[in-house]
């Protein structure tokens, strides 16, 4: 940790919330809402748009709240400073430089300004507010949560959602699998609470941070993502460092009583309810915050927008920094990589490779798969494909395709614990679709994509006869190269040098100049054998 000299130098602005949600403003990514808005009403008006959102007049108190400022790759770019297609190679540049956390004492830290201890806590003023339709209670869902493994020492970071219960306690949810649920669970072992702080009202960065899952010291990764060192503040009740710029804080222990208390249904990742689960209870010791707090929500589970949710852009940008590492350890040129957030819970990914050996969509699948257990379907495609685009997509499927070649289905492997379809198994299926042209035959004129001819450039030759004389060629290659800009003479001056025994064509359908018979085309080496003439 640095000298307080340090902590007068760390930006105690900059990666505050509010700052971001003016940088996205500034882009047009923002709807604001001047209109008051019930705390019933906001999850509606947030599902119904894919931008980001700011209610000015939130709720009976008017509060200012931010939604989904994570909710897209454009929105995560101008997280990270970064361009969309630059986003993946950014993450692991963040990940692999490491970079200090700065204490700054309680009175410096803006998210001090204002705090609220003992008897005087109450949640119930905080805007939990209703979400999915058959969510258990109203939910406070963009919650960064904070510990410290009393057995080891090292710092926990990750995303856990709230649901109010009275104006001290909240549930939380910590059932699947995570580094959280470990530490808890030997503490409840022990009959220990286990102090945790959260922050609500954070950068898009810190999210990041709190979903990158790594042995060592979490809260580093913090600063990690910022690329530069990060202001932290003690907790007022407990031990736990939190960003110090963050909008609010709320302090408190997961209480020594484990699993003790039914938690949800909640809309998750999937697009469908997590059922009701035992959790621990949240007890609030304090609640601090800035003067100007800017409060903040996202929803999770809504089926059909899952691509507009903070957390599906979060996990697909973590899943194609990953899958973009593994291909480029794979095959010899990798182009681009999409995960399809839409698909739920991070299950579709696109690839596009240039291919340089047989058998590299194949070997892409397969590492892929063992990489990324998330994954459920991974789609290979040549670098032609803009894996973007869903009409391309689509077409290389319909034409690059056989199910009884190109398609891999990996058995037994374990799932998403959520996915309905596995009916509640732990394992099921993955495939592989390897949507690239056979090797080797893309230049064939029946494995070539096929597109209007855009004439352009200077003329070349003044005659057919010169223009085929530097080679064979194209109808509209000697069109262009002649600089017509009508085609038809160009037919007739090649009908002239069929009559006069000068033409011939090859397979793929390139005019040459040869001695031929007159009247007749010269087939210049063979034509393909053609499926459909028969025998
Ligand atoms: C917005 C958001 C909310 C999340 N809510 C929960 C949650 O309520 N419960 C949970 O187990 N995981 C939740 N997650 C996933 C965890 O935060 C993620 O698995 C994280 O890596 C766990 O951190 P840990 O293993 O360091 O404890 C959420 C993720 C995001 C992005």
């Not at 999770?300 to 291909?327: P, W, Y």
Request: one cysteine or more; a negative charge.
């Amino acid at each position: 940790m640095n000298t307080k000299a340090a902590a007068s130098k760390v930006d105690l602005e900059k990666y505050r919330l509010r700052r971001f949600v003016k940088r996205l403003i500034d882009l047009g990514e923002v709807e604001i809402h001047d209109e008051p808005v019930a705390l019933t009403g906001l999850s509606a008006i947030i599902e119904s748009t894919g931008k980001a959102l700011l209610f000015t007049k939130a709720g009976p108190e008017r509060l200012e709240i931010v939604a989904k400022t994570a909710g897209s790759r454009k929105r995560l770019a101008a997280a990270f400073d970064t361009s969309e297609e630059r986003l993946y190679d950014e993450y692991f540049k963040r990940l692999g430089s490491l970079q200090p956390l700065v204490e700054v004492p309680s009175d410096d830290a803006p998210v001090h300004a204002i705090k609220i201890t003992g008897k005087d806590v109450d949640l119930g003023r905080l805007p939990f507010h209703p979400q999915h339709a058959y969510d258990g209670s109203c939910y406070l869902s963009a919650a960064i949560d904070y510990t410290i493994d009393p057995a080891t020492g090292r710092r926990n970071v990750g995303c856990r959602r709230l649901s109010l219960r009275n104006r001290y306690e909240a549930g939380t949810n910590v059932t699947a699998p995570s580094d959280l649920k470990r530490i808890y669970t030997a503490c409840a072992a022990r009959r220990e609470r286990l102090p945790i702080t959260f922050t609500v009202g954070a950068h898009p960065l810190d999210f990041v941070a709190a979903t990158t899952r790594q042995p060592g010291d979490e809260l580093a990764l913090v600063a990690n993502f910022r690329g530069e060192p990060a202001p932290v503040v003690k907790s007022l009740t407990n031990d736990i460092l939190v960003p110090a710029d963050a909008e609010i804080t709320l302090e408190g222990y997961l209480d020594e009583r484990g699993y003790a208390e039914p938690e949800g249904p909640y809309g998750e990742y999937m697009g469908y309810y997590g059922a009701i689960h035992m959790d621990p209870v949240f007890h609030c010791t304090a609640i601090t915050m800035r003067r100007d707090a800017l409060h903040h929500t996202l929803l999770h589970g809504s089926a059909f927008v899952l691509d507009q949710t903070d957390s599906a852009n979060i996990t697909a940008l973590r899943t194609e920094a990953e899958a973009m590492k593994i291909l480029r350890a794979t095959v010899a040129e990798p182009v681009a990589v999409h995960l399809r957030s839409a698909s739920g819970g991070g299950g579709t990914l696109r690839v596009s490779i240039r291919q340089r050996a047989a058998g590299e969509a194949r070997a892409a699948i397969q590492a892929i798969f063992k990489g990324i257990m998330r994954l459920k379907a991974v789609y290979v495609f040549d670098d032609d494909i803009d894996i973007h685009d869903d009409g391309q997509t689509e077409w290389s499927l319909g034409t690059r395709f056989q199910a009884d070649e190109d398609l891999i289905v990996l058995q037994g492997v374990q799932g998403q614990t959520m996915d309905p379809s596995l009916n509640g198994r732990k394992t099921g299926a993955k495939t592989g679709f390897d949507c690239t042209r056979r090797f080797g035959r893309a230049g064939e004129i029946t494995y070539t994509r096929c597109a209007a001819k855009v004439f352009a450039g200077p003329p070349r030759f003044q005659t057919v006869e010169q223009a085929l004389a530097s080679g064979p060629m194209f109808y509209a290659d000697v069109v262009e190269s002649l600089g017509s800009d009508d085609g038809r003479e160009v037919a007739c001056a090649l009908d002239a040098l069929r009559q006069g025994g000068r033409l011939g064509r090859d397979r793929d359908g390139r005019y040459h100049l040869v001695a031929a018979k007159p009247g007749v085309t010269a087939i210049v080496g063979e034509l393909y054998h053609d499926p459909n003439e028969g025998a």
